[in-house]
């Protein structure tokens, strides 16, 4: 119903003001004397933790995906999933991918897609809210009009989207969902990895999942170190509000100007926003009933660069998990001398060592550089378009080898798995495992 203008009225002597009505449903909140810093500092506080918590629990009960009711009842194709074994060798495990970008990133998320597709792994896509709602449309076009992503039906576009800010907790909210997201839709993946639209795989998906298949599925591939160093002043001790859980345009942090002091009651360790993170202890952030995953939320809550301290800081401080922990992300990445914080874009110069490095996944890449050619070419065996041919792909050699399917558990490695074996039994050596594993320095 349109509201309507009340007819004029001739001029009168103004009354006194009435009080404002209230809203029957509204909460009048006391102003604190702007000089109680302390007051201000704790209803911020307190106002941003309980933001957090509806954030997450609203996200998790809302649509998620953008699937269209049709596909949503197909059932994933016989001929990838048959239900007698083919083989001898140890069923190949699933991994579990959550790819996020931002404003017009779609193409390079749908890239990296293909760079990294296997019929036996989910995807989670992710436009933040930079996006406008016809990019992201867009890509779950894109993702419906693929024969094979249609037959497997494991890729899925967020409905939804999220800020999801470098510094502050809304980096943790929107993984977790993302997290929560893929543990509903699928029960038999084994492993979670974030990725961003700068990323870019250095083996195949068939190289990648042959070695995990001899690893036991507890490992985490996590960078930490408790040394906290230059990060307690900058990092740690700073109190922010972030607000991409509470504004819907993307605007700057807030800073409190106090700090506070670090905890005691359990102990710190930083590390890197990637990591290769087990479905087990994904369970146990999610869904245990230990309160040490919560606890940190609320900890981290109010902290820059909560999300590259959050997971390792839960990995070191549980006795379920400590020992589970292998202190490398399997990620390659460079720093400036003069800037830690964000890995310098790599480039043709840095192909044969990143290679080399033996390492699954490398960042940071521009759009389209020349470099990301290269590696599809020489170490994909991708060509533009398609993704990367596997075991599973049953066609002629070429541009369609991908166009006829088969058995997905059919794992074709290549030399990139020899190098990403030799880095892990380097990594998992008697003399290097243990002695860098949740260290207290």
Same mark, same amino acid.
């Given at each position: ?128 809210? %930079? ?202 990445? %460079? ?107």
């Amino acid at each position: 119903m349109q509201n309507q203008s009340s007819p004029s009225a001739s001029p009168s002597p103004s009354p006194s003001p009435s009080p404002p009505t209230q809203h029957p449903f509204s909460t009048t909140i006391p102003i604190p004397n702007p000089k109680d810093h302390k007051t201000a500092l704790y209803i911020i506080l307190a106002a941003s933790l309980f933001t957090l918590l509806i954030f997450l629990s609203s996200s998790s009960t809302s649509t998620s995906t953008s699937t269209s009711a049709s596909t949503s009842q197909i059932r994933p194709d016989p001929y990838l999933f048959p239900t007698s074994q083919t083989s001898s060798d140890p069923s190949p495990p699933s991994i579990a991918y959550l790819i996020s970008g931002s404003a017009g990133d779609s193409g390079r998320i749908l890239r990296l897609l293909l760079a990294t597709y296997h019929p036996k792994n989910q995807y989670l896509l992710h436009l933040d809210r %930079t996006a406008p709602q016809s990019e992201r449309d867009g890509l779950a076009l894109s993702v419906q009009s693929t024969p094979i992503f249609k037959a497997a039906q494991n890729v899925n576009v967020v409905g939804k989207a999220d800020f999801a800010y470098p510094k502050g907790s809304s980096g943790i909210s929107f993984t977790l969902r993302g997290a929560s997201i893929l543990l509903r839709l699928s029960q038999n993946w084994d492993w979670f990895v974030t990725l961003n639209a700068a990323d870019y795989p250095l083996v195949t998906q068939d190289d990648l999942l042959h070695i995990l298949s001899f690893l036991p599925k507890s490992l985490n591939f996590v960078n930490h170190s408790s040394y906290i160093g230059w990060k307690e002043s900058r990092k740690l001790r700073p109190i922010i509000v972030d607000p991409g859980l509470y504004l819907m345009e993307k605007t700057g942090m807030f800073y409190a100007t106090q700090k506070r002091e670090l905890p005691n009651a359990f102990r710190l360790f930083t590390g890197s926003s990637f990591s290769i993170l087990s479905r087990n202890f994904i369970d146990f952030c999610i869904l245990g009933t230990d309160n040490l995953p919560r606890t940190l939320l609320m900890y981290f809550a109010n902290t820059p660069s909560s999300l590259s301290n959050y997971f390792p800081t839960i990995l070191c401080n549980s006795h379920k998990f400590n020992k589970t922990v292998i202190n490398n992300n399997l990620l390659y990445a %460079t720093f400036e001398k003069s800037s830690y914080d964000k890995p310098r874009l790599l480039s043709s110069y840095d192909f044969e060592v990143m290679i080399q490095s033996g390492a699954a996944f490398a960042t940071q890449f521009k759009s389209d550089d020349p470099v990301l050619d290269h590696i599809d070419r020489e170490i994909l065996g991708r060509s533009p378009g398609n993704v990367v041919p596997g075991g599973w792909c049953l066609g002629e050699s070429g541009n369609h080898t991908c166009s006829v399917w088969g058995d997905s558990n059919v794992l074709r490695p290549s030399l990139g798995a020899r190098r990403l074996e030799k880095r892990i039994v380097e990594l998992l050596s008697n003399g290097t495992f243990r002695s860098h594993q949740c260290v207290v320095e």
